[in-house]
């Protein structure tokens, strides 16, 4: 490919330069460049990302233009861009020497203190170059705003994120920042206000009426949440994000037939695609359409094989009909994306104990053990899955490697006391249900809830009752 195909929008003489070069370097002569032609073929190489040709090209230049700041601030760039840091910043100080006004070089600067996390010296030069009336101030201060927050100072992070939306109020990143910042000190309320602000003086940006939905919405205030979001939508019909951001509000009231003429406007768009129709199937499953809740994560899987959210509502949902081979192959798919994820193997492993693969159940309750030990709900089900296919000194046991790990939940004593109470282990349940009560006197209903019929058991009622007399 020649480098008119790869340099298109640039000048005929440009072109020229560079394929000049290019035939210099072919050929093995030495031609004559002036500083313009090898700063726009260092650019030329800078957005091919093409570092070795761009610092062969400003290694010739020096030898025939020795120390041009110009081409020494790209050299610094990319020497910062092939991790040669402490070598870009010996360069740049240099040509502070001579060149402290050229706010490139305190971009250059701040980003390569940034990155070995010198990160007051990063911010001091941003600082500068933002004085020098750089290009992109919004960009400068956003970097700036960057710096705060990786020291938590999110109040200083928000002071130069109005900066940059003073200086461009279209600045989407600036908005999503500034959200962030204000959720990690906890103010949704002056988030509020600051958009409200904002959006009197620039009231088309939907962006910012997206922030206002979504910052509504973490407040619980669903109706001014979906109104902001239909402001974003009327400006920008094409604005995605709002749309599923609308979904969510409208989901938060159970409003699941407007989500999901929602997120059916939304699935148009290609970067909807999977997602979209997941959420469409969750709302069915909430109304009870189960069978078209099944269609919609089936064509979410299609669209996106490797979604294991819809893999795992497939995989409940065959459960609950008892099509377990269905089941199975569902969260086995799961599983593939999210090998890690306890929640997961502990439905592989309820779906197996209900199609009767008791040993294949255990051995996913002992991988979903493994993730998470202190998961107390993966115990008690692993415990019930034993005790219920008559495993008893086994589900005993798990009990007590849960208690051992998890020695503050009085769930699984009162289970523990529920199992020995079952078998007729009277002074053993004794001893659990006393510890037990003593732990947690509020929770004993947890008890009755597993086995309803200790609610006419004379020695658990006495037991019960001395607590409550004390």
Same mark, same amino acid.
């Not at 005929?12 to 370097?25: F, R, V």
């Not at 979504?214 to 979906?226: C, F, K, P, T, V």
């Given at each position: $490919?020649?480098?008119?195909?790869?340099?298109?929008?640039?000048?005929?003489?440009?072109?020229?330069?560079?394929?000049?070069? *290019?035939?210099?370097?072919?050929?093995?002569?030495?031609?004559?460049?002036?500083? #313009?032609?090898?700063?726009?073929?260092?650019?030329?190489?800078?957005?091919?990302? #093409?570092?070795?040709? /761009?610092?062969?090209?400003?290694?010739?230049?020096? &030898?025939?233009?020795?120390?041009? +700041?110009?081409?020494?601030?790209?050299?610094? =760039?990319?020497?910062?861009?092939?991790?040669?840091?402490?070598?870009?910043?010996?360069?740049?100080?240099?040509?502070?020497? !001579?060149?402290?006004?050229?706010?490139?070089?305190?971009?250059?600067?701040?980003?390569?203190?940034?990155?070995?996390?010198?990160?007051?010296?990063?911010?001091?030069?941003?600082?500068?170059?933002? #004085?020098?009336?750089?290009?992109?101030?919004?960009?400068?201060?956003?970097?700036?705003?960057?710096?705060?927050?990786?020291?938590? &100072?999110?109040?200083?992070?928000?002071?130069?994120?109005?900066?940059?939306?003073?200086?461009?109020?279209?600045?989407?990143?600036?908005?999503?920042?500034?959200?962030?910042?204000? %959720?990690?000190? #906890?103010? +949704?309320?002056? $988030?509020?206000?600051?958009?409200?602000?904002?959006?009197?003086?620039?009231?088309?940006?939907?962006?910012?009426?997206?922030?206002?939905?979504?910052?509504?919405?973490?407040?619980? *205030?669903?109706?001014?949440? !979906?109104?902001?979001?239909?402001?974003?939508?009327?400006?920008?019909?094409?604005?995605?994000?709002?749309?599923?951001? &609308?979904?969510?509000?409208?989901?938060?009231?159970?409003?699941?037939?407007?989500?999901?003429? !929602?997120?059916?406007?939304?699935?148009?768009?290609?970067?909807?695609?999977?997602?979209?129709?997941?959420?469409?199937?969750?709302?069915?499953?909430?109304?009870?359409?189960?069978?078209?809740?099944?269609? $919609?994560?089936? &064509?979410?899987?299609?669209? =996106? *094989? %490797?979604?294991?959210?819809?893999?795992?509502?497939?995989?409940?949902?065959?459960?609950?009909?008892?099509?377990?081979?269905?089941?199975?192959?569902?969260?086995?798919?799961?599983?593939?994306?999210?090998?890690?994820?306890?929640?997961?193997?502990?439905?592989?492993?309820?779906?197996?104990?209900?199609?009767?693969?008791?040993?294949?159940?255990?051995?996913?309750? =002992?991988?979903?053990?493994?993730?998470?030990?202190?998961?107390?709900?993966?115990?008690?089900?692993?415990?019930?899955?034993?005790?219920?296919?008559?495993?008893?000194?086994?589900?005993?046991?798990?009990?007590?490697?849960?208690?051992?790990?998890? +020695?503050?939940?009085?769930?699984?004593?009162?289970?523990?006391?529920?199992?020995?109470?079952?078998?007729?282990?009277?002074?053993?349940?004794?001893?659990?249900?006393?510890?037990?009560?003593? $732990?947690?006197?509020?929770?004993?209903?947890?008890?009755?809830?597993?086995?309803?019929? /200790?609610?006419?058991?004379?020695?658990?009622?006495?037991?019960?009752?001395?607590?409550?007399?004390?």
């Amino acid at each position: $490919m020649g480098a008119s195909e790869n340099y298109d929008n640039d000048s005929e003489q440009d072109l020229t330069s560079i394929e000049k070069y *290019n035939d210099m370097i072919f050929k093995r002569k030495s031609y004559y460049f002036d500083i #313009d032609e090898f700063e726009m073929i260092v650019n030329y190489y800078l957005e091919k990302q #093409d570092w070795v040709k /761009a610092l062969d090209a400003i290694e010739y230049s020096k &030898k025939l233009h020795p120390f041009v +700041p110009r081409l020494l601030v790209k050299e610094a =760039d990319l020497l910062g861009a092939t991790g040669q840091h402490e070598e870009a910043l010996e360069l740049i100080a240099r040509i502070e020497l !001579i060149e402290h006004r050229n706010p490139e070089l305190f971009l250059i600067k701040g980003s390569l203190l940034s990155e070995i996390n010198s990160t007051d010296k990063a911010i001091a030069a941003y600082i500068r170059a933002a #004085d020098l009336s750089c290009e992109a101030k919004d960009e400068v201060y956003i970097s700036i705003a960057y710096e705060y927050q990786n020291l938590e &100072k999110f109040e200083k992070a928000i002071e130069y994120l109005k900066h940059a939306l003073q200086t461009n109020p279209a600045n989407e990143d600036a908005l999503y920042e500034i959200g962030f910042c204000f %959720e990690q000190i #906890d103010k +949704p309320d002056q $988030m509020i206000t600051f958009l409200q602000a904002f959006l009197d003086e620039h009231p088309y940006c939907d962006h910012a009426w997206n922030s206002l939905g979504s910052a509504e919405l973490r407040q619980g *205030n669903h109706g001014n949440a !979906i109104d902001a979001f239909d402001y974003a939508l009327a400006i920008n019909e094409d604005f995605v994000t709002a749309y599923f951001n &609308k979904g969510s509000a409208l989901i938060a009231t159970d409003r699941f037939i407007e989500a999901i003429e !929602i997120y059916e406007q939304s699935v148009s768009f290609d970067i909807a695609g999977s997602l979209a129709y997941h959420q469409i199937g969750y709302c069915h499953e909430q109304l009870g359409n189960f069978d078209k809740a099944i269609v $919609m994560y089936n &064509k979410a899987t299609k669209i =996106d *094989n %490797e979604f294991a959210e819809s893999w795992i509502s497939l995989a409940r949902l065959y459960s609950d009909k008892n099509k377990h081979v269905e089941a199975i192959y569902a969260v086995k798919k799961a599983l593939e994306k999210e090998e890690d994820n306890s929640e997961y193997w502990c439905l592989y492993a309820h779906i197996q104990g209900k199609a009767g693969l008791i040993e294949e159940a255990k051995l996913a309750y =002992d991988k979903a053990i493994e993730i998470d030990l202190f998961n107390v709900d993966t115990w008690l089900s692993y415990s019930d899955l034993l005790f219920q296919n008559d495993y008893f000194d086994e589900s005993i046991d798990v009990l007590n490697n849960g208690i051992k790990n998890n +020695p503050s939940a009085a769930k699984l004593y009162y289970r523990l006391g529920a199992y020995f109470i079952s078998v007729g282990y009277e002074t053993d349940a004794e001893d659990v249900l006393y510890h037990a009560l003593t $732990m947690d006197f509020e929770k004993h209903d947890q008890l009755f809830e597993f086995m309803p019929q /200790a609610k006419s058991n004379l020695f658990i009622l006495d037991l019960i009752n001395s607590f409550k007399e004390a």
